[in-house]
């Protein structure tokens, strides 16, 4: 029997009760069990070994791999082809939307292309403004934003309707995500706007990158008490910062990133600054699991995805698992 | 104007105090602009709404005006025209990600909405995503065409 595979190559593979879809991230996040993700730097190019090169460096160590949508608003392979290479190798991806690029025509077309490629994770973004990226010159199109396309997903599953409320023949079993930024102030605010986000269809949250703890606990509390914690599963951003200098640089170029000043003084101190950066994602990674309420983590190692592995090897959040991966054999 | 648009956020209580007003008057007079013809009166209005809501909130003409529930700050402005809160990029000073010299819209649109009284609850409800049809069409004319379906 497959263990934790995306069940895509089945005819009809099953849901199990209570779920909105048939995918393996679901299911672990529904058992209570700690899962991790990972985020793959889509290639630059157009060969498929190039996708699967970088899939493979995660193998044992992830439950799903997140296929971009142009972050940072770059021009990359897009998220849906890389979801049809993943799905066609049996990696469970989780298929992330941004809403610069494309209208509602365009979106609702690939949310039924990537189910049908056998996608079972969808992540609903608004996306980075195009000013940031390496084509500022191009239209932004924002047709919806991260709610509406949330709602959206979420009546063509439920509903079995485009928005329009013409009638699919079969709907997208999917599971819906969203974003989520901790460390923005005010709490309050983006508290209410996860809120916002839950009632709109997210069933989990990939948040942006957590470097300050006290901010996380205090994001945290801030949803407990709004009641939200039995409502969704929330994992939390990490990464390994590459340098003092990398980390001076992120939080000052990367839109929404907080990195206290704590951080940067550990690492400009250290010798070993790539050793020492992956020392606190570890350190991170094993307190972030004590916070009530964290389903997961996301680690995004750009350029440094190799690092994963011992990320997560280090910090012992698998407790001996093994997650799921094409390589494994099926077990009897 | 950035200023006397932020000047409208600082007065949101007030301007929706007014605009509650406003808005029962354009419903009364529904038979009047019935009797005139709702398309002949379009361009017009369209044209007077442009000019106030320009001045006051940098009104981009939407044709579906949420004011009353982004505390008086006008979505449009918004750089990636955001309909339902901030997104993820906002600055630690609370300034857009895209324009650094502005100020979150959003951010902007929460503070108006606490200085509400109903437009503090409609913050948190997700709003619609646009109609490009009604774009540049008036917001006003619709909401007394609507309360007389």
Redesign the interface.
């Known amino acids: 029997m497959m263990m934790y595979g995306d069940l895509a190559h089945e005819a009809d593979p099953i849901i199990p009760p209570g779920h909105s879809s048939s995918g393996s991230l679901e299911r672990l996040l529904r058992s209570r069990t700690f899962v991790v993700t990972a985020e793959l730097d889509p290639p630059d190019s157009a060969q498929a070994e190039d996708v699967y090169r970088r899939a493979r460096i995660f193998d044992g160590y992830v439950d799903a791999i997140n296929a971009t949508d142009g972050s940072g608003a770059n021009c990359h392979m897009s998220s849906l082809a890389v979801c049809a290479l993943l799905t066609r190798a049996g990696y469970s991806p989780v298929m992330q939307i941004s ?2 690029d494309k209208n ?1 025509l365009a979106i609702q077309g690939d949310i039924l292309g990537g189910a049908a490629m056998g996608v079972s994770n969808i992540l609903c973004l ?4 195009v ?2 990226g390496d084509h500022p010159q191009a239209k ?1 199109v ?7 396309l949330l ?1 959206t997903g979420r009546k063509m599953r439920d509903d079995h309707m485009f ?1 329009s409320g013409r009638k699919l023949t079969s709907a997208p079993k999917v599971f819906l995500g969203a ?3 901790p460390s ?3 709490f309050e ?2 508290a ?2 996860l ?2 986000k839950i ?2 269809g997210a069933q989990f949250i990939q948040t ?1 990158y957590c470097y300050d703890l006290p901010r996380l606990r205090q994001y945290m509390s801030c949803i407990e008490d709004l009641g939200l914690l039995d409502n969704v599963f929330i994992l939390i951003g990490v990464g390994p910062l590459r340098s003092a200098r990398a980390a001076e640089w992120m939080r000052s170029k990367l ?2 990133v ?1 990195i206290p000043d704590t951080v940067i003084q550990r690492m400009s101190g250290a010798t070993d600054q790539l050793t020492e950066g992956r020392k606190i994602c570890v350190d991170l990674v094993q307190e972030i699991r004590e916070i009530k309420g964290v389903a997961g983590v996301h680690v995004m190692a750009y350029r440094q995805e190799e690092a994963v592995a011992e990320i997560i090897q280090r910090s012992g959040v698998l407790a001996g698992r093994q997650p799921w991966h094409p390589r494994l054999k099926p077990a009897d | 104007m950035y200023s006397v648009r932020r000047w409208s956020v600082r007065h949101a209580r007030g301007i929706e105090i007014f605009y509650k007003g406003f808005e029962k008057v354009l419903v009364t007079l529904h038979p009047l602009w019935n009797a005139i013809g709702y398309e002949r009166l379009e361009k017009p209005m369209a044209a007077v709404e442009k000019v106030v809501k320009g001045i006051l909130f940098d009104c981009q003409m939407c044709g579906q005006c949420s004011l009353s529930s982004s505390g008086m700050s006008c979505p449009m402005n918004c750089p990636k025209t955001l309909r339902n809160g901030p997104c993820g990029g906002v600055r630690a000073n609370g300034h857009c990600e895209v324009k650094p010299e502005m100020r979150c819209v959003w951010i902007e649109a929460y503070e108006g909405s606490q200085r509400m009284v109903e437009g503090k609850q409609a913050f948190k409800i997700v709003q619609l995503p646009v109609d490009s049809r009604l774009k540049g069409k008036s917001s006003w004319l619709q909401m007394a065409r609507r309360s007389h379906p």
């Open positions: 809403c610069r509602r608004s996306g980075d403004g000013q940031l932004p924002f047709d919806l934003d991260c709610m509406s709602q928005q974003a989520a930024n923005a102030l005010p605010l983006h209410q706007q809120a916002k009632a709109a942006q839109p929404g907080h």
